[in-house]
T-cell receptor, first 113, second 114 residues
Framework: AQSVAQPEDQVNVAEGNPLTVKCTYS??????LFWYVQYPNRGLQFLLKYITGDNLVKGSYGFEAEFNKSQTSFHLKKPSALVSDSALYFC???????????FGKGTTLSVSS | GAVVSQHPSRVICKSGTSVKIECRSL??????MFWYRQFPKKSLMLMATSNEGSKATYEQGVEKDKFLINHASLTLSTLTVTSAHPEDSSFYIC??????????FGPGTRLTVL
């Protein structure tokens, strides 16, 4: 079965420090991978995606993610965290073009000043 | 990026009434929209896939007669929760798919059934 795992319920970092939010996936074929962010009582905002090409993908708000096929991972990173980055982050995958997103359970990022 | 709106953002209704939620793609056309349900601090659960001009495809366990979906145009999909009950209280989010399979999400609708 297709699935996405976000092993951490919460990640805490200090402002200015680098952050990583982990994601691994299990899908057949070549996955389309996504990261979304959700602020309280809001919908999801698209951050970035990987479909093909360069394994390092740069997205919105200074975030980037690296696709690692051998480790089936797509970790989200940012070199210097901001307090305003505090939110709920979702990794998602599409295993076949045109199908619905399969979401991870989400990771709450808390950035302290 | 593409903009998706939802209306209303918040609705409170009495048990037994029906509620309609609209999802609109504002600056693009979407042949496919999705409806999700999200419980507090939980991930999104796909309810159904809505295709313009055809019947929606419902996920297993989602009652199609309770959650009526209509996708009458390339910019509008509606979800009607019929005979709502307190257990239907939730955060409902729609998304619209663009070319390349990126989905853009609406801001969500908080439904509270008393």
């Amino acid at each position: 079965a297709q699935s996405v795992a976000q092993p951490e319920d919460q990640v805490n970092v200090a402002e200015g420090n680098p952050l990583t939010v982990k994601c691994t996936y299990s899908v057949s074929g070549n996955p389309y991978l996504f990261w979304y962010v959700q602020y309280p009582n809001r919908g999801l905002q698209f951050l970035l995606k990987y479909i093909t090409g360069d394994n390092l993908v740069k997205g919105s708000y200074g975030f980037e993610a690296e696709f690692n096929k051998s480790q089936t991972s797509f970790h989200l990173k940012k070199p210097s965290a901001l307090v305003s980055d505090s939110a709920l982050y979702f990794c998602a995958v599409i295993h076949q073009a045109g199908t619905a997103l399969i979401f991870g359970k989400g990771t709450t990022l808390s950035v302290s000043s | 990026g593409a903009v998706v709106s939802q209306h209303p953002s918040r609705v409170i209704c009495k048990s037994g009434t029906s509620v309609k939620i609209e999802c609109r793609s504002l600056d693009f056309q979407a042949t496919t929209m999705f409806w999700y349900r999200q419980f507090p601090k939980k991930s999104l659960m796909l309810m159904a896939t809505s295709n313009e001009g055809s019947k929606a495809t419902y996920e297993q366990g989602v009652e199609k007669d309770k959650f009526l979906i209509n996708h009458a145009s390339l910019t509008l999909s509606t979800l009607t929760v019929t005979s709502a009950h307190p257990e239907d209280s939730s955060f409902y989010i729609c998304s619209a798919k663009v070319e390349g399979d990126t989905q853009y999400f609406g801001p969500g609708t908080r439904l509270t059934v008393l």
